[in-house]
């Protein structure tokens, strides 16, 4: 079981910035793949980015492709989500995971979840 826990969320206007951090409870954190999720009322969850276990590779989402950057501080059991340029769609729950693979990340298949924190953009 891995319990995750974020923060940082909140409210910015249109072309501002938000770090995202997700703290995880397991001692084994830098085992797991990590990734990062929103979901905007009436709107389906949606993928951002992913990172491996070694942070070596990411993976993101044309959508915050530039704009979004996805870390990891495996010493901290934490990863982060730098989120620049931000626009009034960005407006959403965010949510952090972690699944064994990139893959399960993606699909969503077996993964950990946090309670999400609420990001909101004004114009």
């Known amino acids: 079981q891995v319990q995750l826990v974020e923060s940082g969320g909140g409210s910015v206007q249109a072309g501002g910035s938000l770090r995202l951090s997700c703290a995880a409870s397991?001692?084994?954190?830098?085992?797991?793949?990590m990734g990062w999720f929103r979901q905007a009322p009436g709107k389906e969850r949606e993928f951002l980015a992913a990172i491996r276990w070694s942070g070596g590779s990411t993976y993101y989402a044309d959508s915050v492709k530039g704009r979004f950057t996805i870390s990891r501080d495996n010493a901290k059991n934490t990863v982060y989500l730098q989120m620049n340029s931000l626009k009034p769609e960005d407006t959403a729950v965010y949510y952090c995971t972690a699944s064994s693979t990139i893959t399960t990340i993606k699909s969503m298949e077996g993964n950990y979840w946090g309670q999400g924190t609420q990001v909101t953009v004004s114009s």
């Open positions: 397991r001692r084994t954190f830098n085992t797991y793949a």
